[in-house]
């Protein structure tokens, strides 16, 4: 009955007197609008983050998506919950003859109003959210240190994110604005086919990058071979890929090349030979050489980073006329380039500790041997 008489207020009853020219029955009904919008907004702000703690155990993801937009959260759901309560209110007096005298602004303006909220909310919690893509990543990395190419996939990841929420919600915005959707779409259409003609070569590049940050060919420090190039990776962006050569010189390498140019990656490579020779001084006691040769050895296979210890040696080879020659043989189980220079350097760093303790010198051209 009371409901009853607020839809249908009766002539000089309480709900049928007007304030602001709007008579007490609407305003009671926006009222009650707001009221429910307001207590969604602070249910969501309140709820959201026990739901998600719940689910999401990284305090920094939590951070970033309960913390840093659960207001956002909260207003879009406030606001999404208006513009329901609203539109229904709208289209139920529009089936029944009720005495509500709904003011232009009431079925024009304040729908739009809280559609445009409603998708600013959006895109701000939205805009927020996209942080986590690099914190979910590192879950997902098993090293827990995000190399460059990573870095570079999150950089691209979150910009395509970005540019897909801000279109998105612009389109929203528009429609709240009373733009015309069909014709601005077809707008946005003419002018995005204008402008990837535009930036042919861009999109291309931007393409290969994304072949590339997907299908790993290479990362960072990877010793490689691309067409005429060698050199070690040392930087992978949107649109090129940097080669650092032996020379010490910068090649610039198009994203787009890539697609089609076979690389040849020595860091994909399941280990590393090395070979060296040692060049001991011609006088040398066999004795001090023979366990010099076993002392070696057994540092290789002592070495964390070596494999195949059974294809590997350090055993004399030949005898010059001005030094006895030790050969090495040794296989690296590393990742990259720097990581086996690395090896290299504290193993020769080794080899000459143990030269020492055995009392043997290497071979020096400027010392006369004697005769």
């Not at 739901?51 to 999404?80: E, F, P, V, Y």
């Not at 393409?207 to 691309?226: E, M, N, Y």
Request: proline content about 3%.
């Amino acid at each position: 009955m009371a409901m009853s008489g607020i839809l249908e207020p009766a002539e000089g009853s309480f709900w049928a007197e007007e304030l602001f020219l709007i008579n007490n029955a609407t305003l009671v009904l926006l009222f009650s609008i707001l009221t429910i919008a307001v207590l969604a907004r602070a249910g969501v702000m309140a709820l959201a983050p026990r739901m998600l703690r719940k689910i999401i155990r990284s305090d920094t993801i939590q951070s970033k998506t309960i913390r840093d937009s659960d207001k956002a959260l909260g207003t879009a759901a406030g606001a999404g919950v208006a513009l329901f309560l609203l539109n229904t209110l709208i289209d139920l007096l529009s089936e029944t003859d009720a005495g509500l005298d709904l003011p232009n602004v009431v079925l024009d303006v304040i729908p739009n109003v809280l559609q445009f909220i409603f998708a600013i909310s959006l895109v701000v919690w939205a805009f927020r959210l996209v942080a986590i893509v690099q914190d979910v990543v590192g879950l997902l990395d098993n090293d827990d240190e995000l190399d460059g190419t990573e870095r570079t996939l999150i950089s691209a990841v979150e910009s395509i994110l970005r540019f897909a929420i801000v279109f998105i919600g612009a389109i929203f915005v528009a429609d709240a604005l009373g733009f015309n959707l069909t014709s601005l779409v077809a707008g946005l259409g003419i002018s995005g086919l204008a402008l990837a003609l535009a930036a042919k070569d861009t999109i291309s590049n931007l393409f290969g990058a994304t072949t590339v940050l997907l299908d790993r060919p290479f990362k960072i420090g990877d010793w490689v071979i691309i067409d005429s190039v060698e050199g070690e990776v040392c930087e992978i962006s949107l649109r090129t890929t940097l080669v650092r050569t032996a020379a010490d010189t910068i090649v610039t390498v198009p994203n787009a090349n890539l697609v089609n140019t076979p690389v040849e990656n020595f860091g994909k490579r399941r280990w590393r030979r090395w070979q060296t020779t040692l060049h001991l001084d011609l006088n040398s006691d066999p004795g001090s050489v023979a366990q010099f040769c076993d002392q070696v050895l057994q540092a290789i296979h002592d070495n964390p980073v070596t494999v195949k210890h059974e294809s590997s040696w350090c055993q004399a080879s030949t005898l010059t006329a001005t030094s006895l020659d030790i050969a090495v043989n040794l296989y690296w189980d590393v990742a990259g380039g720097a990581p086996e220079r690395k090896a290299k350097e504290d193993l020769v760093l080794g080899i000459m500790q143990l030269a020492k303790d055995n009392k043997l010198s290497f071979y020096d051209p400027r010392m006369v041997q004697p005769s």
